[in-house]
C-alpha cells in the first residue's frame, strides 16, 4: 500500500514563491503528479514525473512558473510554485500510479489513472 503525505502549503503573497513535498511510503512509484482543486472548482491535473528518467509534463497553466522534481534516494516529490497568482489557491493533492506511461500519453494528466492520493496540502495566494 502506497502512502503520500504532502507538506509546505500555506499563505503567500501574489508574485511569491512556495515549494511543496510529498513523501512517498510502501510500494513503487512509476509516476507521481500534482493535481489542485479551487473552491467550487472540479479537482485539475497540475504537474507529473515519471520516476525512471525524470521525463516531466506541466499543464499550461503554471509552464514556466512551476517546476516538479523527486529525489529517489528520499523518496520524495516536489512542487517548486514561483510568481504565484491569486488563481494558484487551491488545495494541491500528491498522487501516485506504479505505471509509467509513454511521454506523449494523455494517461499522464488523467486523475484516473492515479491510484493513490494523498489528503491535499492547502495554498493560499492573497495579499
Known amino acids: 500500500q502506497v502512502e503520500l503525505v504532502e507538506s509546505g502549503g500555506g499563505l503567500v503573497q501574489p508574485g511569491g514563491s512556495l515549494k511543496l513535498s510529498c513523501a512517498v511510503s510502501g510500494g513503487t512509484s512509476g509516476s507521481t503528479a500534482w493535481f489542485r482543486q479551487a473552491p467550487g472548482q472540479e479537482r485539475e491535473f497540475v504537474s507529473t514525473i515519471r520516476w525512471f528518467d525524470g521525463n516531466t509534463r506541466y499543464a499550461d497553466a503554471v509552464k514556466g512558473r512551476f517546476t516538479i522534481s523527486r529525489d529517489r534516494a528520499t523518496k520524495t516529490m516536489y512542487l517548486q510554485m514561483n510568481s504565484l497568482k491569486p488563481e494558484d489557491t487551491a488545495v494541491y493533492y500528491c498522487?501516485?500510479?506504479?505505471?509509467?506511461?509513454?511521454?506523449?500519453?494523455?494517461?499522464?494528466?488523467?486523475?484516473?489513472?492515479?491510484?493513490?492520493w494523498g489528503q491535499g496540502t492547502q495554498v493560499t495566494v492573497s495579499s
Open positions: 498522487a501516485a500510479t506504479p505505471r509509467s506511461y509513454n511521454s506523449g500519453s494523455s494517461y499522464r494528466s488523467d486523475q484516473l489513472k492515479y491510484e493513490y
